[in-house]
């Protein structure tokens, strides 16, 4: 139900834009995340939106360089990611909250639907 894509290599200091695409339902009343996981670490959250794009929620290490935003109306999330670094080559997952209508989320435990992860790798 939902589809990232988007990843790739790129360089240091360079540029990607994630999208997530949601298909056989609409999530335009569910709250967005973006989490990502390193090889050898745990799953961790990067950005989240809620469900009418006026909150966002970034973790610290991402805080200037990522941004997310969401269009409704196409059912689909975005992550723009400027400044990479190469400590940010991770898979990367969007998932959707399982509550309607809350508040943006920095808890996984609170998100049920996960796209499949698409690969960003940024070399140094």
């Known amino acids: 139900q939902l589809q990232a894509f988007g990843g790739g290599l790129v360089q240091a200091g360079g540029s990607l834009r994630l999208s997530c695409a949601a298909s056989g339902r609409s999530f335009s009343s569910n709250s967005m995340g973006w989490f990502r996981q390193a090889p050898g670490k745990e799953r961790e959250f990067v950005a989240a939106?809620?469900?009418?794009?006026?909150?966002?929620y970034y973790a610290d290490f991402v805080k200037g360089r990522f941004t997310i935003s969401r269009n409704n109306a196409k059912n689909t999330v975005y992550l723009q990611m400027n400044s990479l670094k190469p400590e940010d080559t991770a898979v990367y997952y969007c998932?959707?909250?399982?509550?309607?209508?809350?508040?943006?989320?920095?808890?996984?435990?609170?998100?049920?639907?996960w796209g499949q992860g698409t690969q960003v790798t940024v070399s140094s």
């Open positions: 998932a959707a909250d399982r509550r309607l209508g809350a508040r943006a989320s920095v808890h996984e435990y609170d998100y049920a639907y």
């Open positions: 939106i809620s469900w009418s794009g006026d909150n966002t």
